[in-house]
């Protein structure tokens, strides 16, 4: 079945060591999206790539990067984990038709949950 | 600016019983599309239904039924006969027309007791 996979399902890692955090998707959709959810609250927007290109939310820190180097695979980079950066990271994906007003859904992974020591 | 209010924090009902849990929408777009996921313990997001800000049809699926009014700029989501699987907490999303974006809003968190 055509889906999006995350890898690994829980990840540790200490306090200021670099994590990666790996997505890949069948759907061949062309918009990929990372995203922070913590305990209780929605899931908060870290960057999307519209086909290579890269869409970073204002708010985002710089210690989160990511990579598209093709179609399938999106990576989450965190360059030097804090106590706050525990939590569940969400990949999605979405098709865009060649129109932006188009309400095609996000079809999401199931996360890695991401704990640091 | 956009906006998804869901102002139920917390919902517990008893197996069976229908419940309701309401989604309250911003945006000065015309063009807009709305959707509702569920997320259980295991801790995926599933997709459940879309709305564009065209189609105000309510909407049935098994015992799924959505609620779309722009009068009051609110899509509802009704369960009838809640089951425990139903057990969830349940987002409603934004996204507008000219962006890739979808907003969240903070979730309900169901729970069907048996």
């Known amino acids: 079945d055509a889906m999006v996979i995350q890898n690994p399902r829980y990840q540790v890692t200490q306090f200021g060591k670099p994590v990666t955090l790996s997505c890949s998707q069948t759907?061949?959709?062309?918009?990929m999206y990372w995203y922070q959810q913590k305990s209780s609250q929605a899931p908060k927007l870290l960057f999307h790539y519209y086909d290579k290109d890269f869409n970073n939310e204002a708010d985002t820190p710089d210690n989160f990067q990511s990579r598209r180097p093709n179609t399938s695979f999106c990576f989450l980079d965190i360059r030097s984990p804090g106590l706050g950066d525990a939590a569940m990271y969400l990949c999605?994906?979405?098709?865009?038709?060649?129109?932006?007003?188009?309400?095609?859904?996000?079809?999401f992974g199931d996360g890695t949950r991401l704990s640091i020591l | 600016a956009q906006k998804v209010t869901q102002a139920q924090t917390e919902i517990s009902v008893v197996e069976k019983e229908d419940v309701t849990l309401d989604c309250v929408y911003e945006?000065?777009?015309?063009?807009?599309?709305l959707f509702w996921y569920k997320q259980p313990p295991s801790g995926e997001l599933v997709f459940l239904i879309r709305r564009n800000s065209f189609d105000e049809q309510n909407e049935i699926s098994g015992r799924y039924s959505w609620n779309f009014q722009k009068s009051t700029s609110s899509f509802n989501f009704t369960i009838t006969a809640s089951q425990v699987v139903d057990s969830a907490v349940y987002f409603c999303?934004?996204?507008?027309?000219?962006?890739?974006?979808?907003?969240f809003g903070t979730g309900t968190r169901l729970k069907v007791l048996a």
């Open positions: 945006t000065r777009d015309t063009t807009y599309y």
């Open positions: 999605a994906t979405s098709r865009a038709s060649g129109a932006v007003n188009s309400n095609q859904p996000q079809h």
């Open positions: 759907l061949n959709h062309n918009v």
């Open positions: 999303a934004l996204r507008t027309g000219g962006t890739y974006k979808y907003i």
